[in-house]
């Protein structure tokens, strides 16, 4: 019987061959013929280089120049203030659909966690209580009045907690969240009369608007029935705690963004237009309310109302104040 011979290589040659690939570790480094530019003659970062003489490879650029792409003397674009240092009143770019679009993009990726979606404030950060300095709301007429420049200056530079974000946002969509954060402030600034030219029911609106008081009416209702109306200077240092009260007032005498609030109650507290008063337990719940009901001299008015904050909890914040001062009964 004769067999063929390509049968005999499928039978007994191949399945050999195949067996001989077997998996295995290599021990010696891989051959690698064509190099190309794998290997350079270069120095990496923060690699010693002994030509110089405190044997860095990393070099200072040569005083008094600026490499290509970073002149930026336009002011007004870079820094969003004019050449006397004063904020620019307007977005030195143009401003078009697009660029508010791109602006909206960009707030509800940096911003909205603190400011919330609307702009007023209520992020996801402020409402779950994490001890931080209240975002003001976008809506009151404080902000409402502020220049384009300050905005982008608090972009960029920081204010209070919020820290800069000029590494995470570029020069023109820090201008298009500006853009977007005035589009918000017209949105939520609107007259009966511009409303009724839509199509929007005003009635139901305001429903809403009452159902919502009184949740929170309730609310806070519930809380004070279960002991929440419970007033002391324990709790009283724990609300400041809660709401970052330090960040801006000290406790020793350290001058901060806000005053102090060591010997504080009792004291004389002169305002920057010249009037003055005592700081009785009713100048410190209203300096809580509306802070900026009298702004003392010297400092920046600053400080947003925590008006949020129910009786006891203001009550509770006064008596921790008063527990700081010499004069306190």
Not at 3 to 14: E, N
Not at 129 to 142: E, L, Q
Request: with cysteine; hydrophobic share 35%.
């Amino acid at each position: 019987m004769k067999v063929s011979k390509y049968l005999l290589f499928v039978v007994i040659v191949l399945p050999l061959a195949l067996a001989g690939c077997r998996g295995e570790k290599f021990q010696s480094q891989p051959v690698h013929p064509n190099l190309n530019m794998d290997q350079q003659k270069r120095f990496e970062q923060q690699e010693k280089n002994k030509f110089f003489a405190d044997n860095r490879a990393m070099r200072m650029p040569v005083e008094g120049t600026i490499a290509r792409g970073n002149l930026k003397e336009d002011k007004a674009l870079y820094q969003g203030i004019n050449e006397d240092s004063s904020f620019v009143n307007e977005i030195p770019v143009d401003v078009t659909k697009s660029f508010i679009y791109r602006g909206k993009d960009r707030y509800e990726v940096f911003c909205t966690p603190c400011h919330g979606i609307a702009g007023d404030g209520n992020g996801i950060v402020m409402a779950n209580n994490y001890g931080y300095v209240p975002a003001p709301s976008f809506h009151i007429d404080r902000l409402r009045n502020q220049s384009d420049g300050y905005f982008y200056s608090a972009i960029a530079n920081g204010i209070r907690n919020m820290p800069s974000y000029a590494t995470q946002i570029p020069v023109k969509d820090r201008w298009a969240i500006v853009a977007y954060v005035r589009a918000l402030q017209q949105s939520q600034n609107v007259s009966e009369d511009e409303i009724q030219e839509y199509d929007v029911d005003l009635s139901a609106l305001e429903d809403d608007f009452q159902e919502k008081l009184a949740a929170e009416q309730a609310q806070k209702e519930a809380q004070a029935a279960s002991g929440g109306g419970e007033v002391s200077v324990d709790r009283g240092k724990t609300v400041a705690q809660n709401n970052g009260c330090a960040t801006c007032h000290s406790t020793d005498g350290t001058k901060l963004v806000g005053p102090t609030w060591q010997n504080l109650y009792g004291s004389e507290r002169t305002f920057d237009d010249g009037s003055t008063t005592t700081a009785d337990e009713d100048y410190l719940r209203e300096s809580i309310m509306e802070p900026s009901a009298k702004v003392v001299e010297g400092f920046p008015p600053s400080m947003v109302p925590y008006d949020y904050l129910s009786d006891s909890e203001i009550n509770s914040l006064v008596a921790y104040i008063k527990s700081l001062s010499e004069n306190a009964e």
